[in-house]
């Protein structure tokens, strides 16, 4: 949740109250903080109880209070080796959950292609929170003869629920071999597995197992287990199968699409649905998460395997006293891949409470309650920087067109949740993506149609805002699958590639071509028709404040993660000594900063794109090396003083991105304001925003109005043409009010063509279009009543910014060629190849750089 600045500061514990809520303390993890040092955002965990539920939606309260100094020193980070009775403990790679003897120990198995079991090993342990009400305990760990197979378990104990979330990311982090720029499966840098999972060993033998259906809650099964005297004590009484669970495919209408194809362009999958085994009986159905309870001497044990059936092949196969959990499970001939930098993350939650005697029944309800229960603070403070403009009020947004268009391209006919049945976007690698429907209009391929859209535009940024201002849970089924799948499976996890590809972001797949067997990699040896085609992760596809704002909202670690680690690599690519020009030039090689062409790096999305995540891992660590670096590319890439004609951005094909650069200028604007920082460098950027607005009055014009420019002209221009009055609106709040009310007359007058043009197209609620628009269309709601005296910070008049004169930028691989056109270069590179060291790092690079 978002927190005032100035309003709390220090550690504080918190409580949540409400009318049918029972009291429970919680955890509080601070976030962020305002530059004053008080909390910006903070993370509450615990346990919600309700006694009844009247309505679908309960409202809470939650008191924070600061927190004692005994409070203080129980949250601090622990080695795990050295703890007092932590409720989850880990010995010889095993967890553990409980005390002796009534503990549940649960191992990780893995086995390779050959069915051979790896062993894990634990490289890290760190413990957190021990005697509070929520518990952490983070391992790190590989396997055995495989150091880029690695593993981060993390297990967060709710103390008044007795229950334990275990979370388990799986990594491989070789390189992918990419050659000629594809990266279709079967790829060198790809690991097979047969199985991957959970091995739980229960205190006793299982008297009786209770299962359900979460998405039938409407019955309950018990399968009594009877013994013989020989059985008992027997050693292969522990190996009799019980019950066993296999959701093979997803059960749909379209199971069998050629989205699952394997490397050798075959779908394997075996049957529809799923099959459940209970001695002799055998059902059959489509969907199943099941929801189970194994009564024993010492109690009963609870255990649920979220997005069972979304994130396929599960199994879940229960012996006399133990229960084997496969995440990834093995049928017949089926191989896992794990693509080169590729990582999934499985959750498991366990209910363990063997000091209450409760009934079965009981747990299996609290099981359906964590399925599908959904937290989150519906309203954030107006002054947060991480949005563009305070948010639109939720009457506002309901009586507005953007209402109806999000409600039809997110849930209706042939809106997100739909399209994904469409295609089968299903599986434990494909879940959570978005299909690209607006690629069917120009089509032409034999083989049916699949293309991911991989976050193009922030669609998760969109969703979320959404989701803060309906109020409306239905768009977690968006948020969360797509935030996970962008997390694990959009970005390229590894350091042993070229730093311009290490932790970048996948393209969606090609335009208007099938995806084959490039998955969620853009570029497929099938459609490499002409020399040239390929690629990888770009500066222009690296979008991070849909995973900030997720982080904050829904407090997931890995989304600070993935932030940093793109910021991170927009650094590196920027790294001239990490290329193999470096013999002869270690500076800023400029693809940071470059669209459409290396030679350009002005206003553009490559730039927009760079700046935006430096700022976001600015906003979420504190560190100021993100916003230097961030303010570097800003004096880069645009002026006060800028010629802007000669920028040719009227030529919409290739300059039309540079409104999403004027955006990010808003942004930084924003954030310093917010932060009040109206130093020299915030007059710079607002006096190059005021700029390209006034040259946008003169200029501007919607893209279908010259329809005869545009190579293919669909909705997707119309989408675009509401960055223009985005841009326009926000820099109406740094003029006088005379130019304020040219701006904004100016700003809705594009947004009324351009809601006039998208509808007009036979498929107007498609997702490249809404990924624009409902981000875009907040911010029109949120600014066009804005009056230029309600500007967020008054201009100082500081002429300190004309210190920085116009940076004529010229990108390395330029400046190597030119020292290489002078006989001094040509002495130079050969003076620095007669190096061993210098040789030996530039021919280590060659082989990174090799495709």
Same mark, same amino acid.
């Given at each position: 949740?978002?927190?005032?600045?100035?309003?709390?500061?220090?550690?504080?514990? *918190?409580?949540?109250?409400?009318?049918?809520?029972?009291?429970?303390?919680?955890?509080?993890?601070?976030?962020?903080?305002?530059?004053?040092?008080?909390?910006?955002?903070?993370?509450?965990?615990?346990?919600?109880?309700? /006694?009844?539920?009247?309505?679908?939606?309960?409202?809470?309260?939650?008191?924070?209070?600061?927190?004692?100094?005994?409070?203080?020193?129980?949250?601090?980070?622990?080695?795990?080796?050295?703890? @007092?009775?932590?409720?989850?403990?880990?010995?010889?790679?095993?967890?553990?959950?409980?005390?002796?003897?009534?503990?549940?120990?649960?191992?990780?198995?893995?086995?390779?292609?050959?069915?051979?079991?790896?062993?894990?090993?634990?490289?890290?342990?760190?413990?957190?929170?021990?005697?509070?009400?929520?518990?952490?305990?983070?391992?790190?760990?590989?396997?055995?003869?495989?150091?880029?197979?690695?593993?981060?378990?993390?297990?967060?104990?709710?103390?008044?629920?007795? *229950?334990?979330?275990?979370?388990?990311?799986?990594?491989?982090?070789?390189?992918?071999?990419?050659?000629?720029?594809?990266?279709?499966?079967? !790829?060198?840098?790809?690991?097979?597995?047969?199985?991957?999972?959970? +091995? %739980? @060993?229960?205190?006793?033998?299982?008297?009786?197992?209770?299962?359900?259906?979460?998405?039938?809650?409407? $019955?309950?099964?018990?399968?009594?287990?009877?013994?013989? /005297?020989?059985?008992? #004590?027997?050693?292969?009484?522990?190996?009799?199968?019980?019950?066993?669970?296999?959701?093979?495919?997803?059960?749909?209408?379209?199971?069998?699409? =050629?989205?699952?194809?394997?490397?050798?362009?075959?779908?394997?999958?075996?049957?529809?649905?799923?099959?459940?085994?209970?001695?002799?009986?055998?059902?059959?159905?489509?969907?199943?998460?099941?929801?189970?309870?194994?009564?024993?001497?010492?109690?009963?044990?609870?255990?649920? =395997?979220?997005?069972?059936?979304?994130?396929?092949?599960?199994?879940?196969?229960?012996?006399?006293?133990?229960?084997? %959990?496969?995440?990834?499970?093995?049928? !017949?001939?089926?191989?896992? @891949?794990?693509?080169?930098?590729?990582?999934?993350?499985?959750?498991?939650?366990?209910?363990?409470?063997?000091?209450?005697?409760?009934?079965?029944?009981?747990?299996? %309800?609290?099981?359906?309650?964590?399925?599908?229960?959904?937290?989150?603070?519906?309203?954030?403070?107006?002054?947060?920087?991480?949005?563009?403009?305070?948010?639109?009020?939720?009457? +506002?947004?309901?009586?507005?067109?953007?209402?109806?268009?999000?409600?039809?391209?997110?849930? #209706?006919?042939?809106? %997100?949740?739909?399209?994904?049945?469409?295609? !089968?976007?299903?599986?434990?690698?494909?879940?959570?993506?978005?299909?690209?429907?607006?690629?069917?209009?120009?089509?032409?391929?034999?083989?049916?149609?699949? $293309?991911?859209?991989?976050?193009?535009? !922030?669609?998760?940024?969109?969703?979320?805002?959404?989701?803060?201002?309906?109020?409306?849970?239905? &768009?977690?089924?968006?948020?969360?699958?797509?935030?996970?799948?962008?997390?694990?499976?959009?970005?390229?996890?590894?350091?042993?590639?070229? /730093?311009?590809?290490?932790?970048?972001?996948?393209?969606?797949?090609?335009?208007?071509?099938?995806?084959?067997?490039?998955?969620?990699?853009?570029?497929?040896?099938?459609?490499?028709?002409?020399?040239?085609?390929?690629?990888?992760?770009?500066?222009?596809?690296?979008?991070?404040?849909?995973?900030?704002?997720?982080?904050?909202?829904?407090?997931?670690?890995?989304?600070?993660?993935?932030?940093?680690?793109?910021?991170?690599?927009?650094?590196?690519?920027? +790294?001239?000594?990490?290329?193999?020009?470096?013999?002869?030039?270690?500076?800023?090689?400029?693809?940071?900063?470059?669209?459409?062409?290396?030679?350009?790096?002005?206003?553009?999305?490559?730039?927009?794109?760079?700046?935006?995540?430096?700022?976001?891992?600015?906003?979420?660590?504190?560190?100021?090396?993100?916003?230097?670096?961030?303010?570097?590319?800003?004096?880069?890439?645009?002026?006060?003083?800028?010629?802007? +004609?000669?920028?040719?951005?009227?030529? *919409?094909?290739?300059?039309?991105?540079?409104?999403?650069?004027?955006?990010?200028?808003?942004?930084?604007?924003?954030?310093? /304001?917010?932060?009040?920082?109206?130093?020299?460098?915030?007059?710079?950027?607002?006096?190059?925003?005021?700029?390209?607005?006034?040259?946008?009055?003169?200029?501007?014009?919607?893209?279908?109005?010259?329809?005869?420019?545009?190579?293919?002209?669909?909705?997707?221009?119309?989408?675009?043409?509401?960055?223009?009055?985005?841009?326009?609106?926000?820099?109406?709040?740094?003029?006088?009010?005379?130019?304020?009310?040219?701006?904004?007359?100016?700003?809705?007058?594009?947004?009324?063509?351009? &809601?006039?043009?998208?509808?007009?197209?036979?498929?107007?609620?498609?997702?490249?279009?809404?990924?624009?628009?409902?981000?875009?269309?907040?911010?029109?709601?949120?600014?066009?009543?804005?009056?230029?005296?309600?500007?967020?910070?008054?201009?100082?008049?500081?002429?300190? &910014?004309?210190?920085?004169?116009?940076?004529?930028?010229?990108?390395?691989?330029?400046?190597?060629?030119?020292?290489?056109?002078?006989?001094?270069?040509?002495?130079?590179?050969?003076?620095?190849?007669?190096?061993?060291?210098?040789?030996?790092?530039?021919?280590?690079?060659?082989?990174? &750089?090799?495709?």
């Amino acid at each position: 949740m978002s927190v005032p600045r100035g309003r709390l500061r220090g550690a504080v514990t *918190a409580s949540i109250s409400g009318q049918n809520v029972q009291d429970y303390r919680c955890h509080v993890e601070v976030l962020a903080l305002w530059p004053d040092g008080s909390i910006r955002w903070l993370a509450i965990e615990g346990v919600v109880s309700l /006694s009844r539920v009247q309505e679908s939606k309960e409202i809470v309260a939650v008191t924070l209070r600061p927190a004692s100094p005994i409070q203080m020193s129980s949250g601090e980070k622990t080695d795990a080796d050295n703890l @007092e009775n932590p409720i989850v403990k880990i010995k010889n790679a095993c967890l553990y959950i409980g005390e002796s003897p009534f503990c549940v120990k649960m191992s990780i198995y893995l086995n390779d292609a050959r069915k051979r079991r790896i062993p894990f090993r634990v490289i890290t342990c760190e413990s957190f929170g021990v005697k509070k009400p929520v518990e952490k305990l983070h391992v790190r760990g590989q396997f055995a003869n495989h150091r880029d197979l690695t593993l981060a378990a993390r297990t967060t104990h709710f103390c008044a629920l007795h *229950a334990t979330l275990v979370e388990l990311t799986i990594r491989n982090g070789r390189r992918a071999r990419h050659r000629g720029g594809l990266w279709d499966l079967g !790829d060198p840098g790809s690991v097979f597995l047969t199985e991957f999972g959970l +091995d %739980i @060993e229960l205190p006793s033998e299982i008297s009786k197992w209770y299962w359900g259906n979460a998405l039938d809650n409407s $019955s309950w099964d018990c399968v009594s287990i009877e013994r013989d /005297s020989a059985e008992t #004590g027997s050693q292969l009484a522990g190996d009799r199968e019980l019950w066993d669970v296999f959701q093979a495919s997803s059960g749909g209408d379209n199971w069998t699409s =050629v989205n699952h194809i394997d490397a050798r362009g075959q779908v394997r999958l075996p049957f529809k649905g799923f099959v459940l085994r209970c001695g002799k009986e055998e059902r059959r159905g489509d969907r199943i998460t099941p929801l189970c309870v194994a009564e024993t001497e010492y109690g009963p044990i609870g255990l649920l =395997v979220p997005r069972f059936w979304e994130e396929f092949p599960k199994r879940i196969t229960v012996f006399d006293r133990r229960i084997r %959990i496969a995440l990834l499970a093995h049928h !017949d001939k089926q191989l896992h @891949e794990l693509q080169g930098g590729e990582q999934k993350t499985f959750k498991v939650w366990i209910i363990h409470s063997y000091r209450e005697a409760w009934h079965p029944r009981n747990l299996l %309800i609290q099981l359906s309650a964590l399925n599908g229960s959904t937290v989150v603070a519906e309203q954030i403070s107006p002054d947060v920087p991480e949005v563009l403009a305070p948010l639109p009020t939720r009457d +506002d947004w309901a009586a507005s067109r953007l209402a109806d268009f999000a409600e039809k391209a997110a849930f #209706g006919r042939m809106g %997100i949740l739909a399209n994904r049945e469409k295609v !089968d976007e299903f599986g434990w690698r494909n879940f959570g993506d978005t299909y690209a429907d607006h690629e069917e209009t120009y089509y032409q391929g034999s083989e049916p149609l699949v $293309s991911h859209y991989n976050n193009q535009f !922030d669609l998760l940024y969109g969703c979320i805002l959404h989701r803060l201002i309906s109020g409306d849970p239905r &768009w977690d089924e968006i948020i969360v699958p797509l935030a996970n799948h962008i997390i694990d499976i959009d970005i390229y996890h590894t350091d042993k590639d070229r /730093s311009t590809f290490n932790h970048g972001l996948f393209w969606m797949t090609d335009h208007y071509r099938t995806a084959y067997s490039s998955t969620h990699r853009a570029f497929s040896r099938f459609n490499a028709t002409s020399k040239g085609y390929g690629g990888g992760p770009c500066n222009e596809h690296n979008y991070t404040s849909g995973l900030a704002l997720y982080y904050f909202l829904w407090g997931d670690e890995r989304a600070k993660g993935a932030v940093i680690e793109l910021a991170n690599w927009v650094m590196a690519m920027e +790294d001239g000594s990490q290329t193999p020009y470096c013999i002869l030039d270690n500076g800023p090689t400029g693809l940071a900063t470059m669209t459409s062409s290396h030679d350009y790096h002005g206003p553009g999305r490559g730039a927009a794109n760079s700046i935006n995540a430096l700022l976001d891992a600015w906003l979420i660590t504190g560190e100021k090396k993100y916003l230097e670096f961030a303010e570097a590319l800003l004096r880069r890439t645009i002026h006060p003083d800028d010629d802007i +004609d000669a920028l040719d951005l009227l030529n *919409a094909e290739i300059r039309w991105s540079y409104t999403m650069h004027l955006e990010v200028l808003a942004k930084y604007l924003r954030i310093k /304001s917010v932060f009040q920082q109206s130093d020299a460098m915030y007059e710079y950027v607002r006096h190059s925003l005021v700029k390209y607005a006034e040259w946008m009055l003169a200029n501007e014009r919607p893209y279908l109005a010259r329809a005869e420019e545009l190579q293919y002209p669909t909705e997707a221009w119309a989408a675009q043409d509401f960055r223009k009055a985005t841009v326009l609106l926000c820099a109406s709040r740094y003029v006088p009010p005379e130019a304020a009310a040219q701006f904004r007359e100016k700003a809705l007058s594009l947004a009324e063509a351009a &809601w006039r043009d998208l509808l007009r197209f036979p498929r107007p609620y498609n997702v490249r279009a809404a990924a624009v628009i409902l981000t875009q269309g907040i911010w029109h709601l949120a600014l066009e009543k804005s009056r230029a005296e309600m500007c967020c910070a008054i201009p100082n008049n500081n002429d300190d &910014w004309r210190l920085w004169s116009r940076e004529k930028f010229i990108p390395q691989r330029e400046r190597v060629r030119k020292k290489l056109s002078t006989p001094q270069g040509w002495l130079t590179l050969l003076a620095r190849a007669s190096n061993p060291h210098v040789l030996g790092r530039f021919l280590v690079l060659l082989w990174k &750089w090799r495709n």
